[in-house]
């Protein structure tokens, strides 16, 4: 059985606390659109000319991250000649990033957290950037969607000549998985494929939410299989008149599907297993469920 996740939520349709980590991130989310505001308030804007350097040392940074080396370290590591490791070092001195410990360069706690914002960004632009196919299906008012814990994600798109490919994804995992929660703006998968739902009626614990007139097609379509699958508790319906993009809970992955508007198609496909993406959805689960409605709480839908 799937379990309730109403006990997921506090009453209020709030959702659960999380990590630090996920709190911070999307604390961060929240506010990035006012990060400019609150540093002009301030009063100390950083010249972009030294974001710009702190960027192109990024990698004598991201290599002193990992552990205090010397110059011929430096060197070595970063395959640079000894006038360039020399201009690296000077400049970190400079800045008081580093300091130097028995003879070698070690970043200051100053350095370590510039060097680690300097990763952070890199990677989230590139994320951003392998992304780009998801986030131009998505709503722009769904800002609950957060790109961070999908830095390194499986990411399927279709192609001209595959346009199923995020669909075989998507079932593929289904496949590999015991039990299954999502919710999404259309049918998981296409009603045609009946070997698809077969196992989502009677070998996955399943539970899903859907836009009501969804979950209509759904239980048209198969009224006998989802009837007898609802009724063991295998599955469960629920549905909401308004929802973000496609979510899918597996076993052990997160998976985000985007469609096509004209088409109802899955266009992308972006799934990972990082234990930060799953708490993030987890927790966006509960909050799109606590406001959703069961298929008991209303009449006609099955039969």
Known sequence: MVPDQDDRSDGHSRPPPGSPVLEAILENERNRRYLGQRLDAAGDRIDTDLLGDIVRHGPVLEALLEEPLDRRGIEARL??????????????????????????????????????????????????????????????????????????????????????????????????????????????????????????????????????????????????????????GHLTLRTREDLPYGLALFGDRVGIGGYDETTGLMQVFVDTDAPIAREWADRVYASVRADSKSLEEQSGLIR
């Not at 994600?153 to 289904?174: G, H, M, S």
């Not at 494929?193 to 539970?207: K, S």
């Open 79 to 232: 395959d640079v000649s000894r006038a360039t490791s020399h201009r690296y070092t000077q400049w970190l001195d400079e800045q008081d990033f580093v300091e130097k410990v028995d003879g070698r360069f070690q970043l200051t706690w100053r350095g370590e957290v510039v060097a680690e914002e300097m990763l952070r960004f890199e990677a989230n632009v590139r994320t951003a950037h392998r992304l780009t196919p998801l986030l131009d299906v998505i709503c722009e008012d769904h800002r609950e969607f957060v790109i961070e814990p999908f830095v390194d994600a499986t990411i399927t798109v279709a192609e001209p000549d595959d346009p199923y490919k995020p669909v075989e994804r998507f079932i593929a995992l289904v496949n590999e998985s015991e039990t299954f929660r999502g919710f999404n703006t259309t049918h998981m998968a296409p009603l045609v494929l009946g070997e698809f739902h077969q196992r989502v009626f009677n070998e996955t614990d399943t539970e899903i939410i859907y836009l009501p007139h969804i979950a209509e097609k759904l239980c048209e379509a198969y009224p006998e299989r989802a009837r007898k699958a609802i009724d063991r």
